[in-house]
């Protein structure tokens, strides 16, 4: 039943409401992928087979019963080793989370894919919380990337961009908070979007603050859509979390793009030295998007890089995370993870405040520059995958992973949503990313311009061999 691997949610939904295979032939099919897959790219850090296939005879039953439980009952998923989920120890990459404990607890988002029936198969790695655009840690080592076991997968969410790429689980639950599930993802040939700041509620709160959120980790636009109309919404425990959804993400989908002001940035205004393959790629599919019937223009957004900022308030993040280890725990960490930890330590609460103001700034340009267009496209990333094991490409001059990422964490800073669509691959085959940006709350406006280019059939690449 391994074909099974290549439905998406959205198909096998579709199959289990006419009978046509059952949740146990595709979670049964979903594990033996993620066994393959794990041995070659390591993108798990904990499979559970026989809770998967209980959860998925449950599920059969109900669809038995025609009384399936909700949107994606039955629907293999995975979660990154971020987010909470109760039964098994979430590590968040670290030797120094104790596995110990009760861990009855899941993050809103799990909570809801519960609710609806979807079937775990496991967690998936990420660097040691989350803190850079790759994925190997200490404790899980290195991820690889699907298409090139000798490159990276990307991070912070690479497991889960390397799991939905070959298959296990056509859905995963991913955390960005400086591009973490566009990098892996545009790397990785999946599509993952992050959504507006607070749509998709988070608990416990990141240490990383505002910066960071939850967002799907997809084959399609469509599968995103529906994995949004499930774990959007408020939940009590986070207070910074946004009201109800008007509307279903999905019912938004096909509206097109004909006459949406699409802002096409190449490269941030000569701000950032591009691939040519990424830059064709790219241009290709703006150019369909014009086709479609969108009125495209070539228009820079009005910011200077605020990567100063940015490594303010992340360093920050990072020594908070760490604050309360003893010198022996210290010296477990990841060694880059220890040099930002010191970094953070050192700025003040007027540095913290400083690199705040400028992240209200970048929102109030980027608020006005919405003004006239209704979404940004750019390049995700200006590279396709490079070295696995390395936190910068070599040669490449970068101290840190923000270095290779310009297009990606400026709009973590003004919490906007943003997703990366696959439109291709550079000459190594390797997938290339085009990153849509909308204003605060127009998640279905990024959803919907992504879906035009996979019915137009401009997005999405080859699957990987495995």
């Known amino acids: 039943m391994t074909e099974l691997t290549e439905l998406t949610a959205v198909q096998l939904v579709d199959g289990y409401r006419k009978g046509e295979f059952s949740p146990v032939d595709a979670t ?45 009952d039955g629907v293999p998923v995975t979660v990154k080793d971020i987010l909470l989920q109760r039964g098994g120890p979430t590590l968040r990459g670290s030797r120094t989370v104790d596995p110990k404990g009760r861990w009855d607890e899941d993050a809103p988002s799990v ?5 609806h029936g979807a079937v775990f198969l496991g967690k998936t790695t990420t660097p040691e919380f989350g803190w850079k655009g790759v994925t190997d840690s200490p404790l899980s080592g290195v991820t690889r990337n699907p298409y090139d076991v000798s490159r990276t997968a990307g991070g912070s969410s690479g497991g889960s961009a390397a799991a939905v790429a070959f298959g296990a689980g056509p859905l995963s639950l991913g955390t960005d908070g400086g591009g ?13 979007l992050k959504p507006t700041y607070g749509r998709v509620p988070l608990y416990p709160a990141s240490a990383f603050g505002t910066l960071a959120h939850v967002g799907p980790m997809t084959r399609d636009a469509a599968d995103a859509a529906l994995l949004m109309d499930v774990i959007s919404g408020p939940d009590p425990r986070d207070w910074s979390g946004l009201g109800p959804v008007d509307g279903s993400f999905t019912d938004g989908l096909d509206g097109g793009v004909r006459g949406l002001r699409i802002a096409y940035s190449p490269s941030l205004g000569n701000q950032v030295a591009v691939r040519p393959a990424v830059a064709a790629a790219v241009r290709g599919a703006v150019e369909r998007l014009a086709g479609l019937g969108a009125y495209v223009s070539e228009a820079d957004p009005d910011f200077t890089d605020p990567a100063g900022a940015f490594h303010v308030l992340w360093f920050s993040g990072a020594a908070r995370v760490t604050q309360r280890l003893g010198p022996h725990q210290r010296e477990l960490l990841d060694p880059g993870l220890r040099e930002i930890c ?17 992240r209200m700034e970048l929102g109030r340009r980027m608020g006005r520059f919405h003004d006239s267009y209704d979404v940004l496209v750019t390049p995700t990333l200006p590279l396709t995958a490079f070295e696995a094991g390395a936190e910068v490409p070599k040669g490449s001059g970068h101290r840190r992973w923000t270095g290779w990422t310009p297009f990606t964490y400026p709009f973590n800073l003004t919490q906007q949503p943003a997703a990366t669509v696959p439109v291709g691959t550079d000459a190594d085959g390797l997938p290339i990313g085009l990153q849509i940006v909308a204003a605060r709350h127009r998640d279905d406006l990024v959803l919907r311009t992504a879906h035009a280019l996979y019915e137009a059939g401009a997005a999405g690449v080859a699957p990987p061999v495995l």
């Open 28 to 72: 049964r099919a979903a594990l033996d992928r993620a066994e393959r897959v794990q041995a070659a790219v390591n993108a798990f850090v904990r499979v559970d087979a026989d809770e998967a296939l209980a959860q998925a005879r449950e599920s059969a039953g109900r669809w038995r019963r025609g009384e399936p439980a909700g949107l994606l």
């Open 111 to 115: 909570a809801r894919l519960r609710e």
């Open 180 to 192: 973490s599930v566009r990098i892996p993802a545009a790397f990785c040939g999946i599509f993952a």
């Open 342 to 358: 010191a970094a953070g330590a050192r700025f003040s609460a007027l540095d913290y405040l400083a690199a705040v103001d400028v």
